[in-house]
């Protein structure tokens, strides 16, 4: 069965701490996506990466940071440093070939900030 | 960089009938553009998506036409049905291999029976 997986489904996380995203797919794709959304808000891209072992910053890199040490894989750590870290976050993922790159979503991942 | 715009904010129609939703993009470089639908509490799911070699796409109940000289691109539902309802969203990208998308802020539809 096919598709990306994110967990945990919810996620509560006290002031101050780090925590660690999970996002894996199954379906060979070579680029990778994490956004955040926020009430009212349309998605919002906080980090990419197109290969493994590469990354780029997206809009709101701030507070956030990413590794990308196998294809499947796409981990998102939300640092201390992010003043307000509580939303819905979404992984993606697409295949690199040209007219082939249609984006597919994961279930999302709901953080509170406690 | 890349602007996209999204109107309505929030649309209600009664079943059967046909929605509308409408986006700009600032981007001329923008090739693609792919709509989103979510339900509440899950990831968008793809619905329809289009690219600037073609005017218009549709597959079934829906539609997305692209005029490139304004640069705007709209979602057309027609026969609208209770289903339906959920939160729309539009996007671009110059697609780049790699790219991410920009999305709009999103569309509330709400399909009454």
């Known amino acids: 069965d096919g598709g990306i997986t994110q967990s945990p489904k919810y996620l509560f996380r006290k002031e101050g701490q780090n925590v660690t995203l999970s996002c894996e797919q199954n379906?060979?794709?070579?680029?990778m996506y994490w956004y955040r959304q926020d009430p009212g808000q349309g998605l919002r891209l906080i980090y990419y990466?197109?290969?493994?072992?590469?990354?780029q910053k997206g809009d709101i890199a701030e507070g956030y940071s990413v590794s990308r040490e196998k294809k499947e894989s796409f981990p998102l750590t939300v640092t201390s440093a992010q003043k307000n870290p509580t939303a819905f976050y979404l992984c993606?993922?697409?295949?690199?070939?040209?007219?082939?790159?249609?984006?597919?979503f994961g279930p999302g991942t709901r953080l509170t900030v406690l | 960089g890349e602007n996209v715009e999204q109107h309505p904010s929030t649309l209600s129609v009664q079943e059967g009938d046909s929605a509308v939703i409408k986006c700009t993009y600032s981007?001329?470089?923008?090739?693609?553009f792919p709509w989103y639908k979510q339900e509440l509490g899950k990831g968008p799911q793809l619905i329809i998506d289009?690219?600037?070699?073609?005017g218009e796409k549709k597959d079934q109940r829906i539609a997305v036409t692209l005029n490139k000289t304004a640069k705007h691109f709209s979602l057309h539902i027609t026969e609208t049905q209770p289903e339906d309802s959920a939160v729309y969203f539009c996007?671009?990208?110059?697609?780049?291999?790699?790219?991410?998308?920009?999305f709009g802020k999103g569309t509330t539809l709400s399909v009454s029976s």
């Open positions: 993606a993922s697409s295949p690199r070939d040209r007219g082939k790159d249609t984006q597919y």
């Open positions: 379906l060979n794709h070579d680029a």
């Open positions: 990466s197109q290969i493994v072992n590469d990354f």
């Open positions: 981007d001329s470089a923008s090739n693609y």
């Open positions: 289009i690219r600037s070699n073609v």
């Open positions: 996007a671009a990208t110059p697609n780049q291999a790699g790219t991410a998308l920009i």
